[in-house]
């Protein structure tokens, strides 16, 4: 009698705090600090190089990331530390990518607007600290992490929709006629110059 009893309280054990065990272990750490910080400025940067691939603005982004190198190589190194491996980091990437990809392609004129409006605040004549401008950016934001102490926000990555860019007025809206287009320079933090689908 003892011993079945003893299977009944153990039994009842795993049947209440199982579910609770389960639940804490499939929910996603929430993201913060630095960890934070690296995943905004990758989707900076991805907004940025499809932003120049869409909209002709390859020679901003390579004085981007010519004046931003230290800062994106270090997002880079977080980054593959929290992912463990290049190739979960890469399809982070491409994920992020073909998402900034669809919102251009919803409205490229005002995306292209946008994003030219995004190089005129980094690359203007007082550039921002990198880490403190990705914290205030709405796009900054859209990289589908839980970050600890935040508000869930509704993006492309946790939704599976596609989510109109907020609307900005850019200061000058002829940088997104620019005819040339050279080719993108070799950084190992850029985004695939081709948009996998």
Do not use: W
Request: proline content about 7%; some cysteine; hydrophobic content about 45%.
């Amino acid at each position: 009698m003892k011993i079945a009893r003893a299977v009944l309280l153990a039994a009842a054990s795993v049947l209440i705090v199982g579910p609770a065990v389960a639940a804490k272990k499939k929910a996603d750490p929430c993201i913060k600090d630095k960890v934070l910080a690296s995943f905004q400025m990758r989707m900076l940067q991805t907004e940025l190089v499809v932003g120049a691939l869409s909209c002709k603005l390859t020679p901003r982004y390579n004085e981007f990331v010519t004046a931003y190198r230290p800062d994106l190589m270090g997002a880079h190194r977080v980054l593959m530390k929290h992912f463990g491996r290049e190739s979960r980091l890469e399809d982070y990437k491409s994920k992020t990518a073909n998402e900034a990809s669809q919102r251009s392609l919803a409205n490229i004129t005002e995306f292209c607007l946008y994003t030219s409006a995004l190089y005129d605040k980094l690359l203007g004549p007082e550039r921002p600290k990198l880490a403190a401008f990705v914290g205030t950016e709405p796009v900054a934001s859209r990289h589908g992490q839980n970050a600890c102490d935040a508000p869930s926000l509704v993006t492309a990555a946790s939704s599976g929709k596609v989510v109109p860019m907020p609307r900005q007025k850019p200061e000058v809206a002829a940088a997104a006629a620019t005819p040339t287009a050279p080719e993108v320079a070799a950084d190992t933090t850029a985004a695939p110059t081709t948009v996998q689908q």
